[in-house]
């Protein structure tokens, strides 16, 4: 597939609304735009997104996202109640690592 197989059908809300899933051109047209961007993927941690709910953002190498996870990490401290808030540096530290090993095992 190339820019030759691009036509309108693909849309941004598509893409929004993950209308493109089911549906194999708008699909390949999605992945082949992956090639080139990488995707902002939110709602990691604090707001219940899990590890393997980013399969679906992935290329088939595993890559072409960037996962957000604010919240789950700046208050990571308080769920971690060995660190406490005067570590909160630690706190954030451990939540990232977690995070990364998390998604490095579901990917």
Not at 55 to 82: C, D, L, Q, T, W
Request: a neutral charge; charged letters at 30%.
């Amino acid at each position: 597939m190339d820019e030759n197989d691009f036509d309108s059908e693909l849309t941004w809300r598509d893409i929004k609304n993950h209308n493109y899933y089911n549906n194999e051109k708008k699909k390949k047209q999605f992945f082949v735009l992956i090639l080139y961007t990488f995707f902002l993927v939110p709602g990691y941690g604090a707001q219940g997104g899990k590890a393997e709910d980013l399969k679906k953002y992935v290329n088939e190498k595993g890559e072409g996202i960037i996962v957000n996870s604010s919240r789950g990490i700046i208050f990571a401290y308080e769920k971690m109640p060995e660190f406490g808030p005067k570590r909160f540096a630690e706190a954030a530290r451990e939540a990232t690592m977690q995070m990364g090993k998390e998604i490095r095992e579901a990917l």
